[in-house]
C-alpha cells in the first residue's frame, strides 16, 4: 500500500485565478497530480466548472494520475465579466489566458477538453493558436444556428425584433436569468464552425464524442465535423443525451484513454 501510495500522491486541489487579456479574473481549480502534463477542462452554456461533466473528468484524470484545470468562463461561476449567449470567440481567448498562465509555469498543456460551448471554443482556439496538440470536443455544434429554436421557441426572431431581447430563464434552482440580446445572437450566428475548423492543424488531433440521443445538438453534428478535419476520430456514445445523464462513467472513461494515449505519444517522440 505504501508503495501504491509512493508512485500515486494524492491528488492536491487548488483555486487559481488568472487574468484574461480584457483584465477579467478567471477562477479555476488545479487538480494537482504531481504531473507536469496538465489537461484543461471547459464547461459548456450556463454552466461553470462545478458542472458535473466538469467535476467527473476532473476526478476521473485524477485517479488516472493526471493533473487538470476546470475554470469558468468569463461571466460565468465565479469568474468576472458579463455573460453573454454569444462570446465564442471571446472564450477561445479565455482558454489561451489559461494555456499561457499553464505554459509559464513550465506545465505542458497536452489536451483541451470541452463540452458544448466549450468544445465550440476549444476548436475555435486550435484554429487560431497552434500550440495544442489534442483537443477533445464533447457534443459541440457544427453549426450554431442549431438548437436555438428548441432553446428559445420557433419565434425566436421576432421577439428579438419586438422586444430586443430575449429572457433565459434559469434552468436550475439557485441558477441566474440572462438576457440574450440581438447583439449576443449575431455575435454566435457569425461564427462559422466548419469554415473555422479548416484553420486547425492537421497535426492536432481532434476527438469527437457525441451522444446517440442527444437531442438539443443531434449526432450529425459529430458526422460533419469528421467530414472536414483531417486528424479526427468519432466516438458516438449510443443512448447518451446531450449531458451523458445516464453515461457518465463511459464518457470519463474515454477522455481518460485519450489522455494516457497522448501521454504515450509524446513519450515516443520525445525519446
Request: hydrophobic share 40%; glycine share 8%; proline share 1%.
Amino acid at each position: 500500500m505504501a508503495d501504491d501510495a509512493q508512485k500515486n500522491p494524492p491528488c492536491q486541489q487548488q483555486k487559481v485565478i488568472i487574468l484574461n487579456k480584457y483584465g477579467n479574473k478567471l477562477v479555476g481549480i488545479l487538480h494537482e497530480s504531481g504531473t507536469q502534463a496538465i489537461v484543461i477542462l471547459c464547461h459548456g452554456l450556463r454552466t461553470s466548472k462545478e458542472n458535473f461533466i466538469m467535476t467527473n473528468l476532473a476526478a476521473a484524470l485524477e485517479n488516472a494520475g493526471i493533473s487538470s484545470f476546470r475554470f469558468d468562463f468569463t461571466g460565468n461561476g465565479e469568474s468576472e465579466g458579463s455573460f453573454e449567449f454569444g462570446s465564442y470567440w471571446r472564450e477561445a481567448e479565455d482558454i489561451h489566458a489559461v494555456v499561457q498562465h499553464f505554459q509559464k509555469t513550465n506545465r505542458t498543456v497536452i489536451a483541451v477538453v470541452g463540452h458544448s460551448k466549450g468544445a465550440n471554443a476549444a476548436l475555435l482556439y486550435a484554429s487560431k493558436y497552434h500550440d495544442i496538440k489534442t483537443i477533445v470536443n464533447l457534443s459541440g455544434s457544427h453549426d450554431l444556428k442549431v438548437g436555438l429554436e428548441y432553446r428559445f421557441g420557433k419565434d425566436f426572431r421576432e421577439r428579438l425584433e419586438r422586444e430586443g431581447f430575449i429572457e433565459l430563464k434559469a434552468e436550475s434552482a439557485g441558477g441566474i436569468d440572462y438576457r440574450v440580446t440581438e447583439e449576443s445572437l449575431k455575435d454566435r450566428l457569425n461564427v462559422i464552425m466548419l469554415e473555422e475548423c479548416l484553420h486547425i492543424d492537421k497535426e492536432c488531433r481532434v476527438f469527437t464524442v457525441h451522444g446517440g440521443e442527444d437531442t438539443l445538438i443531434p449526432a450529425v453534428a459529430a458526422l460533419e465535423f469528421a467530414k472536414v478535419l483531417p486528424n479526427h476520430k468519432l466516438h458516438i456514445i449510443e443512448g447518451a443525451d446531450h449531458v451523458y445523464t445516464d453515461h457518465q462513467a463511459e464518457l470519463a472513461s474515454f477522455v481518460v484513454y485519450v489522455m494516457k494515449e497522448t501521454l504515450q505519444m509524446d513519450l515516443l517522440n520525445a525519446s
